[in-house]
């Protein structure tokens, strides 16, 4: 955890603890003086905030000390009224959760590289795709998404994943391709289905094998209902994005003219309990 994402998280828990004491304190009700001078109470003795018991009782704890003005009075009066009009404790911390993901991801710097395969141009600096891809998944900790339109050769393009898959269990990878219906094809799409499985199976290099997703509307006899998955791109670890024109494929990795960019930032915002 970065430091920033420590005092981020910290302020949170004490924004929200602030808070909690401050509409326990007042009882439901926010006696303070109206936000502009020219305001004024549309009855006698109105406050800013009608009163409603919410019966909820709340723990104090001390997490950090020393930090000067955690959050602002405006962010504990708005946390307080978020629990005064219902809104329960948990789904106020998924909130501040969410926005304090979002703030951090703001603050980080992005990286962005340009990767091209293809005849070099004299001056021009750039990375090539078959080893911007393995080093991707070779340094891969938690997740690896794949999305492509075609494999070739897979026991070749895919060894440099399937090393760490075997060697690492916590490692998740998904591969999302395209299934077609070859033209005039007639066969059930069961039997298509179970013939590439069963090929990809056999080529597949290593132990362990990736989870496999495809779009059923690829495999329909009417051309009017049928698409096809065309999306080419790498995710890893919710930090490295690499988007590219090139297939999985040794033809596309090595000879085609591809472009890509690989961008380095934390650019998934993942929500609390929600897998």
């Not at 909690?20 to 406050?47: E, S």
């Not at 399937?162 to 066969?187: C, H, K, W, Y």
Request: net charge negative; hydrophobic share 45%; glycine share 6%.
């Amino acid at each position: 955890m970065s430091q920033s994402r420590s005092f981020a998280s910290v302020a949170v828990v004490l924004c929200a603890a602030v808070a909690a004491v401050a509409y326990a304190q007042q009882g439901g009700v926010d006696p303070r003086l109206p936000n502009a001078p020219d305001q004024k109470p549309a009855v006698a003795g109105q406050t800013r905030a009608p009163e409603r018991k919410t019966n909820v009782a709340f723990d104090v704890v001390t997490v950090a000390q020393g930090l000067e003005a955690p959050c602002s009075e405006a962010v504990v009066a708005q946390l307080a009224r978020l629990a005064n009009d219902g809104m329960s404790a948990f789904h106020i911390a998924l909130l501040l959760g969410v926005a304090a993901d979002g703030a951090e991801a703001r603050t980080s710097q992005a990286h962005a590289e340009f990767v091209w395969t293809g005849p070099e141009v004299p001056g021009a600096s750039s990375r090539d795709t078959a080893v911007v891809v393995q080093e991707l998944w070779r340094n891969a900790e938690r997740d690896v998404l794949v999305s492509t339109f075609v494999v070739h050769d897979v026991a070749t393009v895919f060894l440099p994943l399937a090393q760490p898959m075997d060697q690492a269990a916590e490692l998740r990878s998904r591969i999302f391709l395209n299934v077609g219906r070859p033209p005039r094809d007639t066969a059930l799409d069961a039997e298509l289905l179970r013939e590439f499985a069963d090929g990809c199976r056999r080529a597949w290099p290593g132990q362990r094998l990736p989870e496999v997703y495809y779009d059923p509307r690829g495999l329909s006899p009417d051309p009017a209902v049928r698409a096809t998955w065309h999306a080419k791109c790498v995710v890893v670890d919710d930090e490295m994005s690499f988007v590219t024109s090139a297939n999985f494929t040794e033809w596309a990795q090595q000879r085609n003219a591809e472009a890509g960019a690989l961008v380095q930032a934390r650019l998934v915002l993942r929500v609390p309990g929600i897998s």
